[in-house]
Structures are given as structure tokens and as C-alpha cells.
């Protein structure tokens, strides 16, 4: 490995090894090294002999004014959010903006969401691929640069180095190159002060990089997620889905407003049992399958994590204290955790209890010893010698442990011992909020070592020659994905529109889904607005058919709206379209139930239950109101990037661009900006702002105009 301090000669070091045709992986979301990409894009573009292909996903960048009263809004709280001086990646504006040389291709297996939707380009070279398939198709790409972010720290005096935020693909594509025969490609780490360590499986040697960049240019701003209001709705759908979680069990969960929505209710459940159970009976009750399979009660055993992407949810539940259950990799020991037999603090009468299981052999050997010792059975520092294990304190117990006497003196040496290297979290990639990343660099001890990223091959998906025990520690596993349409069959609709046109990917759901059915206690909870719009422009999201399918209808399993929950796994045609109507909103319910029975999937006879016509969203945030104002449903349950003169401006911004959208609206947006009346005193800040306190021209004074009146409508 050799290191290097110079973006510049880094540059000229990967040109070097590229031969003029730079085909290039880097990480997806955080794990970019910004800096040193847009450095190797301009030198590449300022040379004719050179070409980049770029293989990667969800390049992100700072959101983009569509109008001038957005710039307005948008350029303080960008700068303010993300820091003035945040390095955009060059190739993502590039393509964004239609500037793209043809000697740079872009391929990524996912788009930030709906930002690439009208880009052809994008279009054209998007991969569809599902997130563990992805190392195993990159090795066959001819990659010959891999280029990625490090974390640094220096523990007395030794350094240490992680892939952090992304050891997700990485480490799979250079074992699928080696196994495949390919070219090591030139591996290259980019340190970065700001990336949060994290120990364990995303820990490597320095001779896992080629080359090691320290430059102080590549510090910058992290690039955090802002937090997203979440509705009257969203909330009621978290309830819901809360109900499906059982005690003991695993969590995976993605990211937006429905991800906070189910985080914050199961968060209510442990903390204000009483409230949530009344908040979630307002909105319809829990149905047969939370009995079944999930739960109303606090969390006493708590819940383990193991999800593709870690993000602010996972902090919350672990400081609400829901986040709790470890897992440890040996079999024995997390079958006996798994029938109750022990804890993670051993106690008295453990030892005979883990003996009868076959966790503890009938002769201490050396494997055992270091098996135990690994394990935290027993201490670092203990010994064989003469048929007895030494420990450290000169305690002497016996290798052979047939005798009750023999497992009494284990005993006593392993009472009150704390079983080791147990995880409460396991992730492929992190990216959030920048508390969540305050939050990530601030953990240590039990804490810290509870903390693992992977690869993206263990977390999403049993095989690998450990299925068996993955499918013990993930136990009562519940994988809530967000889908954009379902159709009454039970199929998803989440990446793409029905033309081809991409949304953002189907990243691991479906790697998700089918685990959920492989696992024998493990539910696919897949979670949807059931409309979207409002007025005339609403829109069902629970559909008959549509032309494109994400999930396919034979692994239909849980859906839930903010109207309930739908149970369709093993169920029939008719017993589905029955369920997804009755999570359906009632302007809908009549037209989806009459193309069923002209289908054949519906009895002509079939009539639409009076009950399935009180789901409204108007229902709903009458049934929330009384909890809402007891505060336990405000619109930024964890907190908000936006002031409140931000968060008042964005609603205004927000209602007026759907009045902007026909041409009726267009025409009350003109007659309140002529006859609005001057600004009142507690619009002033509002204005100010904007920068439009004092308009110098007459755009200005028109765009003041429709400032007010989106602040009074």
C-alpha cells in the first residue's frame, strides 16, 4: 500500500493505470469520495484520449430550484444544511444538466428517487440489478478502479482503517474478480476525517488499498439526508404495521416519512403502551395477524437489526431502548438464547442448563477453549495444562465435564460472565441525518462493538454457508419496504413506471421479500399510501393491474395502508382482492371491486362492506386529532432541519405550486396576488426571508404577492 497526500497525483496515478479507458466502481450514497471524483472527471473530460465509465448508485446530490420562490427557499437552507463550499459530484450534475461528454458513461443500479425520471440518458443506462447480484455483474464489467471513502483512527498509537459507511460491495466485487480470474483492480481510499469509524466486519488491513489518500482538501460537509414531515396518514400507518413486530424478533426498514412513521409508533408502544394502544384503536384496531404474528406490549427482549441501509430509525430505537437484542455468531449459544435457556449475563445454573442443550462438550479441548473464551464463556488469558483449564486468576477447572462436580466448578467460574461480541445491528451501508452521524461517532464500548457493517451479501440474503445460523438470529424477522402501487392481486409496483421509465431501483426489496418467505417465522410487510393527490388530481395507489411489477403476486405476503393491514400469504385470488380492498381509500373501493368482478375474481353478488367506506383520510385525522394535541403525532417526530418560518414557507411554497398546476388555479393565484392587501406585521419575517421585504423590480413585487397569498390560504 502506498500513501499518498495530493488529490492531483492521485489523479494522474489512476489515468496511469486506467490506459486512457477508466472503467470505475465507487460505492453507492455516502461512501464517494467527492473530491477525488470530480477531479478525475475533469482531467478526464480535459483530455480527449481519455474515457470514465462510472459503475455505481444513488449518486447524491443537493436538491435544485425548479423556480425562482424555490431558489429563494432553497439556497439559504442549502447552504446552511449542507455547507456552502459541499463538493456536488461533477458527473451527476453533468448528467443531470445534459452536459455529459459521450467519453463518460454513468451506470447506476439506483437513482435518488424520481430526480432522474425525464433525464433519457440516465434512462438508458440504468442497470437493473438486485443489490446482492450487483458485485457479481461488476466483475464482469472490467473493472479496473475502485475508488471509496475510509474511515481513520488511531488507537494507542496503532492505526486502523474501515470502509465504514459502504463495506456493502466492495469486498464481494474483488473476491467475485479474484475468483473469476480477473485483474486485481487499483484500489483506492480516500480518508476522510468526518466518516464515523466503525469496527468489526467493515475493519481492513492498510494492504487492502493499492493506494491511501490523506489530502485536507477531501474534508467536507458529510452529505445528510434532510428529515421529512410525516402526515395524519403516515402516521396511522405506522400503527399498524408497529402492531405486526413481535418482541424478540429482527427489524429491517428503509428510509422517508413511512420508515418514521413505524419507527416512532413502535417507539410509542415501549414508552407509552396505554396511548399507543389507544391511538392505534382510533384508527381501526389491530387486526388477527398483529395476535399472530406481532404485538402490542414494550419491548422486554427488544429487537435485533439487520438491514441493507442504517439510518436514523436504528439510533432512535436503540436510545428509546427498543434496539436491544444481540446475536452472536455461534450456533449453540444463540439456539440457547433463542429457547430462553441463558442470557447475555450468565447466571447460576447456566452452565448445567447449556450442558444438557449440547452448547458446553463433555471435554474441554482446545478449540472448545478457544471457542469459549471467544464467546466470553470464559476469560482471555486461560490455559490448558495437565487435564485442566487454568484461568487467569489460578482458578483451576476441570477438562473433562461429564461430572456434575466438574460443570459446578465451570459454573462458578461463569456466573455473572457477559457473553461477547454480541450484535444488536448489522447493516450494509449508512447514511442519514447529521445527528445520526454525531451519533455514530460518539458510540464506544458495548455500544460501539454491538455495531457491524458488512457486506451486502450477508445481510440481505441467507446463502453464503452460514444459513442456518443467520436464519436463528433473524428470528421473527419483519422487513418493511415502502412500494409506490400494489395491485389488488398482490403484486408491487416501487422502482419504475409502466412505460420503463425509472423511480430509483429495486435495490434489496425483493432480496427482502423472498427472505421473508424463506425464513420460517419471517414476514414481507410491504407499506403504501392507499392514494395519492388530493382532490380532483387523487389517484389510487391500490390498482387492478399495472404494466410494470416489481414483486411479483406469488410473493405477495403483508401490505399495509393507513386504512389496515392485508394478510395475503397462501391466500386465494378472491380472499386477496377482498383484503387489499379493504385497505383501499373509499373513493376508490367501488371502480377497483367492479374491475375484480368483471375479472372473475369477485362473485357478481359481492357488495362493498359499509366499513371499507370509512376509510378517509378526513376519518383518520379526526381519530389522531385528541393524540395530537397531547403532542404524540407532530409532523417532525424526531426533529426538523427547517425552522419554523421555513417549515410555515414551505407549506405556502408547496400550495402554491398545486394551485400553479391547472389553469383554474392558476386564475384564483392571480386574483389573490392583485387583491391580497398589504403584508400584515407576522408575515414580515416570512418575507424578509425570502428576500422579498423590500421587491426592487416588478417580478419581485409579483412574487411577494404569491408569497402572501400562499402564507394566508
Known amino acids: 500500500m502506498e500513501r499518498l497526500t495530493a488529490v492531483a497525483e492521485t489523479v494522474a496515478r489512476i489515468l496511469a493505470h486506467g490506459g486512457g479507458q477508466l472503467r470505475l ?26 474515457s470514465l465509465h462510472v459503475f455505481t448508485a444513488l449518486s447524491l446530490l443537493r436538491p435544485k430550484a425548479g423556480s425562482e420562490l424555490e431558489r429563494r427557499f432553497l439556497q439559504p437552507f442549502v447552504e446552511r444544511h449542507f455547507g456552502a463550499d459541499y463538493p456536488d459530484l461533477a458527473y451527476a450534475v453533468a448528467l443531470r444538466d445534459g452536459t455529459l461528454p459521450a467519453r463518460v458513461r454513468v451506470s447506476e443500479f439506483y437513482l435518488q428517487s424520481g430526480a432522474l425520471l425525464r433525464n433519457d440518458r440516465a434512462q438508458r443506462e440504468y442497470a437493473s ?4 447480484h450487483v458485485a457479481r455483474d461488476l466483475a464482469g464489467a472490467g473493472i479496473n478502479v475502485v475508488v471509496q471513502l475510509v474511515a481513520r483512527r488511531v488507537d494507542g498509537g496503532r492505526e486502523r482503517l474501515s470502509l465504514a459507511s459502504n463495506p456493502d460491495v466492495t469486498q464481494d466485487l474483488l473476491d467475485e474478480m479474484a475468483s473469476a480470474g480477473k485483474p486485481r483492480p487499483l484500489v483506492v481510499g480516500v480518508v476522510h476525517p468526518r466518516l464515523p469509524f466503525v469496527a468489526n466486519e467493515a475493519e481492513v488491513n492498510a494492504d487492502f488499498f493499492d493506494l491511501l489518500l490523506d489530502d485536507p482538501a477531501c474534508d467536507h460537509v ?26 424478540g424478533g429482527t427489524l429491517q426498514i428503509g428510509i422517508g416519512a413511512l420508515s418514521d412513521a413505524v419507527v416512532h409508533a413502535l417507539l410509542l408502544r415501549q414508552r407509552n403502551n396505554e396511548a399507543y394502544r389507544g391511538a392505534l384503536e382510533a384508527v381501526g384496531g389491530a387486526g388477527p395477524l398483529a395476535a399472530a404474528v406481532g404485538g402490542l406490549g414494550p419491548f422486554v427482549h427488544g429487537l435485533y437489526g439487520a438491514s441493507e441501509m442504517v439510518m436514523d430509525g436504528f439510533m432512535h430505537l436503540a436510545k428509546g431502548g427498543v434496539l436491544k437484542r444481540r446475536v452472536y455468531d455461534d450456533f449453540a449459544i444463540e439456539q440457547a438464547l433463542a429457547e430462553g435457556l441463558i442470557g447475555d449475563t450468565l447466571r447460576t445454573g447456566d452452565v448445567e442448563r447449556l ?24 476469560p482471555e488469558g486461560s490455559r490448558i495444562e495437565a487435564e485442566q483449564v487454568l484461568l487467569p486468576d489460578g482458578t483451576a477447572v476441570p477438562c473433562d465435564q461429564r461430572e456434575m462436580s466438574a460443570r459446578a466448578a465451570l459454573g462458578r467460574a461463569m456466573t455473572g460472565r457477559r457473553l461477547r461480541d454480541g450484535r444488536y445491528l448489522r447493516g450494509a451501508f449508512f447514511l442519514g441525518s447529521a445527528e445520526f452521524y454525531r451519533w455514530l461517532a460518539s458510540l464506544d464500548g458495548d455500544d460501539f462493538d454491538g455495531l457491524s457493517m458488512t457486506r451486502v451479501s450477508d445481510i ?10 443467520d436464519a436463528l ?4 424477522g419483519r422487513f418493511f419496504n415502502t412500494c409506490m402501487m400494489a395491485t389488488a392481486l398482490g403484486a408491487a409496483v416501487s422502482d419504475a413506471l409502466e412505460d420503463g421509465r425509472v423511480v430509483s431501483g429495486v435495490g434489496g426489496q425483493y432480496n427482502f421479500v423472498a427472505m421473508a ?3 420460517r417465522d419471517g414476514r414481507s410487510v410491504l407499506m403504501l399510501r392507499a392514494s395519492r393527490g388530493s382532490g380532483a388530481a387523487a389517484r389510487p395507489s391500490i390498482l387492478w393491474n399495472y404494466g410494470h411489477t416489481t414483486i411479483p403476486r406469488h410473493l405477495r405476503d403483508v401490505y399495509v395502508t393507513e386504512y389496515g393491514v392485508a394478510d395475503l400469504r397462501g391466500k386465494s385470488d378472491e380472499d386477496c382482492v377482498k383484503a387489499m380492498l379493504a385497505i383501499s381509500d373509499a373513493r376508490f373501493v367501488d371502480g377497483l371491486a367492479a374491475q375484480a368482478k368483471a375479472a372473475g375474481k369477485l ?53 402554491l405550486k398545486q394551485r400553479g398546476a391547472g389553469w383554474g388555479g392558476r386564475l384564483d393565484l392571480l386574483r389573490r396576488a392583485l387583491f391580497g392587501g398589504a403584508a400584515r406585521a407576522e408575515e414580515a419575517e416570512a418575507l424578509a426571508r425570502m428576500d422579498l421585504a423590500a421587491p426592487r423590480t416588478a417580478g419581485q413585487r409579483v412574487l411577494r404577492r404569491l408569497v402572501l397569498a400562499g402564507l394566508r390560504r
Do not use: M
Open 25 to 50: 466502481a465507487a460505492p453507492l450514497g455516502l461512501g464517494k469520495p467527492n473530491v477525488l471524483l470530480n477531479a478525475l472527471y475533469e482531467a478526464v473530460v480535459a483530455d480527449e484520449r481519455q
Open 222 to 247: 458529510l452529505f445528510a439526508l434532510p428529515r421529512e414531515p410525516v402526515s395524519a396518514a403516515e402516521f396511522a400507518l405506522g400503527l399498524h404495521a408497529s402492531s405486526l413486530v413481535r418482541d
Open 460 to 469: 440481505n440474503q441467507l446463502y453464503g454457508g452460514r444459513e442456518t445460523l
Open 517 to 519: 418467505h424463506a425464513l
Open 603 to 655: 362473485a357478481p353478488e359481492f357488495r362493498v362492506p359499509d366499513e371499507w367506506r370509512r376509510n378517509t383520510s378526513e376519518r383518520l385525522a379526526a381519530a389522531l386529532a385528541p393524540f395530537a394535541r397531547r403532542g404524540l403525532f407532530d409532523a417532525f417526530p424526531f426533529g426538523t432541519d427547517f425552522t419554523p418560518v421555513e417549515l410555515q414557507l414551505a407549506g405556502a411554497l408547496r400550495w
Open 473 to 476: 438470529q433473524r428470528r421473527d
Open 355 to 378: 450442558y444438557a442443550a449440547g452448547a458446553l462438550p463433555a471435554l474441554i479441548h482446545l478449540p472448545e477453549l478457544a471457542r469459549l473464551v471467544r464467546c466470553g464463556l470464559l
Open 129 to 132: 440489478l438486485n443489490y446482492t
